[in-house]
């Protein structure tokens, strides 16, 4: 069985990113690690990134392996060009993302990521209590019901979003949520048990709650902009996505910043768009896992890798959401 810790799509990264020796590379999602060694053992040097301070020691052990050519930054992704211009570094080969939750996240019971495991109502990725931020436990005690029940839907797909919120809002009045375990339990009764599911009934809102809490999609947009002005011409572009959300956003600015964006009909023209484009795709499409990483990896059954080369155009800045 695969390392809970193993990265998805690893060749399939290495192959698009095409680290070679001398190269500088961001890994925006070091995790554990594992993309970040796969460059190291070329020859590349690694900035890698991460919010999560619980990954230190990973990064410990990174740095014994490859002294002087790994750094890393306690930053999100839309912290990434300012990193690099920190850096000292004049050129940018490479930017790959890992989009998500980690099963290390989700292994820890204390940052209240999984609904499996008994924790404190939290889900912030720059972790916990010490540090600022919107906690879930915040959200469902505080929020109302319209805003609630949006997240649920946009975030989380949860097609019974409205009776979840009603029913969060009825036993928050009892009394407060504080755990993970007592607001599993009360999803899981609003929306009728399990009866068989393939997945959790919490499942879908205790995604929608970690990707509202730490701003996921509005990260990676920022993330895709920092890449974008970071970069050097021929630089590579590399996201892995794990979310239908995510990949939506990844697809429309690659689409939009190769130059393929449609364009308008008779009926409603758009203007023309007049700036270069400032990547070109490696390939259409997204490439997905297959083979023995579909039964040894699951993870690896949602994930989608899209790439492109940075042109020598000037980046486009803001995306819009």
């Known amino acids: 069985m695969t390392s809970p810790h193993a990265p998805v799509l690893l060749n399939e990264v290495i192959e698009t990113l095409a680290p070679r020796a001398g190269d500088v ?11 970040t060694r796969a460059i190291l053992q070329t020859g590349a040097t690694v900035i890698a990134l991460d919010r999560d301070p619980t990954v230190q020691s990973y ?11 790994f750094s890393l930054l306690r930053t999100p992704f839309s912290g990434l060009a300012a990193a690099f211009a920190d850096s000292g570094e004049d050129r940018l080969d490479g930017v790959v993302f890992d989009i998500g939750v980690s099963s290390m996240q989700l292994d820890q019971a204390e940052r209240g990521f999984s609904f499996m495991r008994d924790g404190p109502l939290d889900m912030r990725m720059s972790a916990n209590s010490d540090h600022g ?53 009360v999803v ?34 920022g993330g895709l902009e920092a890449a974008e002005a970071a970069l050097s011409p021929g630089g590579r572009l590399v996201v892995v996505t794990f979310h239908s959300l995510e990949d939506r956003i990844v697809k429309a600015f690659l689409t939009e910043r190769t ?34 990483e579909l039964t040894t990896n699951p993870r690896a059954r949602s994930a989608k890798l899209r790439a492109a080369f940075r042109t020598d155009a000037a980046p486009w800045g803001r995306i819009a959401a």
């Open 25 to 35: 590379m961001i890994d925006a999602t070091f995790g554990a690690g594992g993309y």
């Open 59 to 69: 990064a410990d052990a990174v740095a014994n392996d490859f002294p002087g050519r």
């Open 133 to 185: 931020g919107e906690t879930a436990a915040d959200i469902v005690n505080g929020w109302d019901h319209g805003p609630m029940a949006h997240i649920f839907k946009l975030y989380g797909d949860e097609r019974q979003s409205g009776r979840v919120a009603t029913t969060i809002l009825r036993r928050r009045v009892e009394r407060p949520f504080e755990r993970t375990l007592d607001l599993a339990e």
């Open 188 to 221: 899981e009764k609003a929306l009728g048990g399990r009866r068989g599911a393939p997945i959790h009934p919490a499942t879908r809102v205790f995604q929608a709650l970690r990707i509202a809490v730490n701003d996921e999609l509005g990260e990676l947009r």
């Open 259 to 292: 130059g393929n964006a449609p364009g308008g009909s008779r009926h409603a023209p758009v203007a023309v768009e007049t700036r270069k484009p400032s990547f070109t795709l490696q390939f259409k499409g997204a490439r997905e896992a297959a083979g023995a």
